[in-house]
């Protein structure tokens, strides 16, 4: 596969996303820029993935996971945060499922300014809870979903004393096109594929700005077909209705009336690509499998891409899912994951549970290392 990191990519790395393609974003030279060195991420060739899928095609993995809180969402965070203090904002306010939340207090600390996060009790993975926390922000937990929270978020936001961080406020979404920006120089031109997971539709919306961009700007000569996944239980796009209950492993995007709807469906309209559900059994099969086979590790929604891909890989048929039959020859394919799996330690709770100690000699050690081979 022919990929060039170039020194360009180098010569940003650590310099955070304002700094790199401040040309394409709502900044002036006076915004005051917060940044903790976002973007640069990797885009990694994936061996493994590619030959799942056969045919010359090239898989790449852009690993989100390894921005400043561990998730793409601060990429658009650093631009969110940096026009809230132009504007003199004192309190950042978000609903979230966790990377959110963990994001904003993160940028809002490193502005010196107070972060508030409202979040659906019990369904954030504890490492983004840990994050939140870390951070120093003022956390409200309800006894409702995500969607719920929203909805308080944008009243509260109408107050004077919050600035809104969720993808509703367009800077976040400016911010997250860089990840397009960064894609299409590294290899050279779009991809024919692009697969994500898709919670409240303000990342696919992004990315397919992002494309029309560098379309426009002519550093792209094509976009990509855009592809989105839900989770069975979450699925308000795929079904073309408002999930009241919502229900996924992937709480992440755990979300039954995303804000970007439209938009998203816009985004894979005009791509001639489409929106897809998998399963949580395939997702927790997915996050083992890139961990075990490709050596990268992510949260369970980030594997929704993935686990979309294998099922692809084996379905040689045209069907109602994405499948092998329309991915042409030689197709390049890019799959976003978009947060670390160190911060959902639950979903792989029962595996660890399950090791048990042993005597302290040779003998026993070896004996469990027999039965532990899986
Ligand atoms: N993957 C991860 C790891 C996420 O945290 C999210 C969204 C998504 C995918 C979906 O992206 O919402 O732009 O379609 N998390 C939000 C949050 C909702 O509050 O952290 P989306």
Redo the contacts with the bound molecule.
Sequence with gaps: MNISTSDDAARWRGRGVIARYRAYLPVAETTPVISLGEGGTPLIHSPRLSAAIGRACGVFVKYEGLNPTG???DRGMTVAVSKAVERGAKMLI????????ASAAAYAARAGIGCAVVLPAGKIASGKMVQAVAYGARIVTIEGN?DQALEIVRALGQRDDFAIVN?INPDRIGGQKTAAFEIVEELGEAPDFHLL????????TAYWAGYEDFCNAGKAKRRPKMIGFQAAGAAPIFRGEIVVRPETVAT??R?GK?A?WSQAKRAIADSGGMIDIVSDEEILEAQRWLARGEGIFV?P??AAPIAGLLRAAGAEKVTAHFSAASIPDGSRIVCTV??HGLKDPEALASAIAAARPVPPNETAVLRALDTARS
């Design positions: 998730s793409f969402k978000c609903a979230s499922t966790g990377n959110t939340s995500f993808s997971p898709v919670g409240n539709a303000g990342n696919i992440a995007i979300i995303p970007s949260e929604a980030s978009t947060g």
